[in-house]
């Protein structure tokens, strides 16, 4: 049984820094390229970052580019999302997936991800 297990939300003030993890199980963790989405209340879940299987090709969406920071390591199934400059706009619930499919043209489309995490909560106050 597959599982992604999320960590290291919490709340941080505006312009402060988190680290995620993101723990795999039940999968062949090197084969999969692995992604961060996120969802703010009310707002519909969207792309953050993906990093493929050997952790050579990183992906961002335009928001967090220069500020967040997506890696692995595949000795411990682990994949991090070290966010700085934080903005209370991206306050919302953080979601680890894995796709074994995703290619570099469709890094952001969500239903390419076949596994998901139970999310972590970020909350960035002003």
């Known amino acids: 049984q597959v599982q992604l297990v999320e960590s290291g939300g919490g709340l941080v003030q505006a312009g402060g820094s988190l680290r995620l993890s993101c723990a795999a199980s039940?999968?062949?963790?090197?084969?999969?390229?692995m992604g961060w989405f996120r969802q703010a209340p009310g707002k519909e879940r969207e792309f953050v970052a993906a990093?493929?299987?050997?952790?050579?090709?990183?992906y961002y969406a335009d928001s967090v580019k220069g500020r967040f920071t997506i890696s692995r390591d595949n000795a411990k199934n682990t994949v991090y999302l070290q966010m700085n400059s934080l903005k209370p706009e991206e306050t919302g619930v953080y979601y680890c997936?894995?796709?074994?499919?995703?290619?570099?043209?469709?890094?952001?489309?969500?239903?390419?991800?076949?596994?998901w995490g139970q999310g972590t909560q970020v909350t960035v106050s002003s």
């Open positions: 997936a894995a796709s074994g499919s995703v290619q570099a043209t469709t890094i952001m489309i969500m239903t390419l991800y076949h596994y």
């Open positions: 039940g999968l062949t963790f090197n084969r999969y390229t």
């Open positions: 990093i493929g299987w050997s952790g050579g090709n990183t």
